[in-house]
């Protein structure tokens, strides 16, 4: 979807990812993340048009979880505020298309996940069809394990290929002081095969916000800002069975439908959790080794879960913001082998 | 460009019931889905987008049940967004899909909200566990007697005034097939004698347990014009937010209610809402909260939401008839209990409510709130497009 109302990225922060958080709760977690995005731009809570955020309760374990996280907005007096039970990339989504109403002209987007207090292995299994499949727990890697083997089964790709980009992710992130994971590690034994333990993103916990803003306001806001030149995203079928893992066509319809394919990008933030998903979605986008992919060590460097999407689309803008791109592609899932997902297309502008 | 406005021209419900027994959560959701495009004349084909609602999800043991549920509701190859705010979640979802089609991103959407309460136990579901909350709390009934309590000392209600909500209410489910609680052999002092839950709140006075869902297709301007039957039309919508607990929050008559209620009405054009809005759905899932929410909304000056209750003005052939489907009081599936009220007044001001049709409703208004009473959601429709 192409919108008719110029819609930017205007600020992002993200905490310093971590296997643990016990002196944290979610609120003082989250609360960092928003005064970093409003002191970046100047903006108090009550300047802001409209709020959106993204994040689980089951990863919290308790109903309503987000309404704490509420506390650290400072909603007072009363906002106009929204929730999406699922990654962030969604509340932005919500809230771009909240401005493009043209009933705000500011948003504030964030998101946070705190995977540490459970197994999140298990705690994904909860995802699946409640009839047929949950009862077996398949859990989230044995489930990626197979996606990843159907790749190499198809020739799609190998052991040393998955190796590659584990590699290059933790390398990259020597530059990211946010990363979870910064520099090599070992690729590991199996953790289940083919996937060893270097094909697989940390556990760990985090948080993030977004700033969005219109047209000339974002230009006051920001130096640079990140224009969103299109966002869509797409759900495929649920069960495994009735899916070729090897291909993401919701993924390719999004960036279709984003305006992606329209000019080369020069960068891309690819929400993959596992080195086998990343290979995928190479695939389904068309991306060869022109494009920067995941400069900032993506999923397999910090993968705080219900953030690590809006992150993507954080990271995209902020390379944005510093000069350092001038059209990115951001990518979200959501499910499991990359059932839903979601592609943004940023643009800086030139100026004169 | 000025806002696409929006049309609701199919609504579907499930016969809500304690427990559907009979039917998957896919299986719930997919009749009232099939029933919304039954009445729009559309096919699944015709939708561009789903966006689908539900209060928590431990209330089923289905972590995000939008993924699973996508092939059930036709979204596979679709946009499916899912939507989360509480007890107010209904009527969220349904804003969230009005603005797809108001910013002109989709033509017609698909929403959606359901919960299946059999498949757990609702009341335990929000009783959170310590640390997170002071034990023996027991439900939502245990949080909001208090404020009732409050409301009734700061207003000098007499203690009567609760059951006459109940009484009408369930007497009013009883000209609406879809109502979960069809009691007909009720009588204002079985409601007066039934057993006290939480002080002040008696068992009669306190909305059931059920599995239902609710769904709604919205669309624009040119997908209005091809409609099969007459469309509501969307003049306003707002959701507001404040904290759960703070220091001057005033749980009677939240700020964040009052906001969202001033800023539907400035949408909509509305200055005196007692006089120019004929119908209201409103949130009551304790029978107090009518008048605690005749006052909040504007339909009542401060203290004297109770005497429109007292003087029959919210019965259904009162002046301000206020629930006329019956309410949350008959019905609760609590994810879809607001977007019930929501299509509950876009029934209305379409003429389509069967035996709880108010006579001549041209305007009404959906209503719903959620949390420690802090989240709300409204929305304002009516039976000719908006102006401009």
Redesign the interface.
């Known amino acids: 979807?192409r919108?008719?109302r110029e819609v930017a990225i205007v600020a992002f922060a993200q905490s310093d990812h971590r296997r643990r958080t016990d002196d944290l709760s979610e609120v003082e977690m989250v609360m960092p993340v928003l005064h970093e995005v409003q002191r970046q731009t100047g903006l108090k809570a009550s300047d802001i048009g409209f709020?959106c955020s993204g994040s689980?309760?089951?990863l919290a374990g308790?109903?309503?979880s987000?309404?704490?996280a509420?506390?650290g907005v400072g909603?007072?007096?009363?906002?106009?505020?929204?929730?999406?039970?699922?990654d962030g990339a969604?509340a932005l989504?919500?809230a771009w298309?909240?401005l493009?109403?043209?009933?705000a002209d500011t948003a504030l987007v964030y998101s946070y996940g705190k995977a540490s207090p459970g197994s999140v292995r298990d705690?994904?299994t909860?995802?699946?069809?409640?009839?047929y499949l949950?009862p077996l727990w398949p859990d989230s890697v044995a489930l990626a394990a197979l996606q990843a083997q159907a790749l190499v089964d198809a020739g799609d790709t190998d052991e040393p290929a998955l190796a590659a980009i584990a590699a290059r992710s933790r390398q990259d992130a020597t530059a990211n002081p946010h990363a979870q994971l910064r520099g090599a590690r070992p690729q590991g034994d199996y953790t289940v095969q083919p996937l060893r333990t270097g094909d697989c993103p940390p556990i760990g916990d985090g948080a993030a916000a977004v700033i969005l803003a219109v047209g000339d306001r974002a230009r006051e806001l920001c130096e640079r800002p990140a224009w969103i030149r299109g966002m869509?995203?797409?759900?495929?079928?649920?069960?495994l069975g009735v899916r070729d893992l090897t291909d993401s066509?919701?993924t390719r319809?999004a960036a279709e439908r984003a305006g992606a394919f329209e000019r080369p990008v020069d960068t891309a933030e690819l929400h993959a959790p596992f080195t086998s998903q990343e290979v995928v979605l190479r695939k389904a986008l068309g991306l060869d080794g022109s494009v920067r992919v995941n400069p900032s060590g993506g999923a397999l460097a910090a993968n705080p879960v219900m953030a690590a999407g809006l992150i993507r689309l954080g990271e995209a803008a902020a390379r944005i913001h510093r000069g350092e791109s001038d059209r990115a592609l951001a990518h979200a899932t959501?499910?499991?082998c990359l059932?839903?997902n979601l592609v943004a297309v940023l643009e800086g502008e030139n100026r004169a | 460009m000025p806002k696409e406005p929006v049309a609701v021209v199919g609504i579907g419900q499930t016969k809500h019931v304690a427990a559907r027994r009979d039917v998957s959560i896919a299986g719930l959701v997919r009749e009232a889905a099939l029933r919304a495009l039954a009445d729009a004349e559309l096919t699944w084909a015709d939708i561009d987008a789903v966006v689908i609602g539900k209060a928590p999800d431990f209330f089923e043991g289905v972590m995000m049940p939008e993924l699973y549920l996508a092939d059930a509701l036709g979204a596979v190859g679709k946009p499916m967004l899912r939507v989360h705010t509480a007890g107010s979640v209904g009527g969220s979802t349904a804003l969230v899909a009005a603005n797809l089609v108001a910013a002109r991103v989709h033509r017609t959407v698909l929403t959606l909200a359901f919960e299946k309460q059999s498949e757990s136990n609702a009341m335990w579901g929000l009783s959170l566990p310590v640390p997170f909350q002071q034990p023996l709390l027991a439900g939502a009934g245990g949080f909001f007697a208090p404020h009732v309590r409050a409301y009734m000392r700061r207003t000098g209600a007499p203690d009567t005034i609760g059951s006459l909500v109940a009484y009408k209410d369930r007497r009013n489910a009883l000209k609406n097939p879809y109502a979960h609680l069809h009691e007909h052999d009720l009588t204002l002092e079985k409601v007066q004698a039934s057993p006290m839950l939480w002080d002040p709140i008696r068992y009669s006075e306190t909305c059931p347990s059920s599995d239902g869902a609710c769904a709604m297709i919205l669309t624009d301007r040119a997908g209005a014009d091809r409609a099969p039957r007459p469309a509501a039309w969307v003049h306003g919508g707002a959701m507001r937010s404040e904290p759960t607990l703070f220091a001057g929050k005033d749980f009677v008559s939240p700020q964040a209610g009052q906001d969202c209620a001033a800023d539907v009405y400035r949408q909509a054009g509305i200055t005196d809402p007692r006089r120019e809005i004929d119908a209201v759905e409103m949130y009551v899932p304790f029978s107090w909260y009518e008048p605690m929410w005749l006052e909040n909304l504007g339909f009542a000056e401060e203290g004297e939401g109770w005497k429109l209750t007292e003087a029959g003005a919210t019965e259904l052939d009162g002046d301000l008839p206020v629930n006329p489907s019956g309410g949350v009081l008959s019905t609760n599936p609590i994810g879809a209990s607001g977007m019930i009220r929501f299509a509950e007044a876009a029934l209305q001001v379409r003429g389509d409510a069967g035996e709880h049709q108010v006579e001549g409703a041209r305007r009404a208004l959906g209503h719903a709130y959620g949390g420690g009473a802090q989240f709300f959601s409204m929305w304002l429709v009516g039976d000719t497009p908006p102006a401009g």
């Open positions: 979807m919108p008719d709020t689980s309760d089951y308790r109903a309503f987000f309404t704490m509420l506390d909603a007072w007096p009363p906002i106009s505020e929204s929730h999406v039970e699922t969604w989504y919500e298309v909240k493009l109403t043209g009933e705690v994904l909860r995802q699946l069809d409640p009839y949950a869509d995203h797409r759900i495929e079928a649920h069960s066509p919701s319809l959501s499910g499991p059932q839903q």
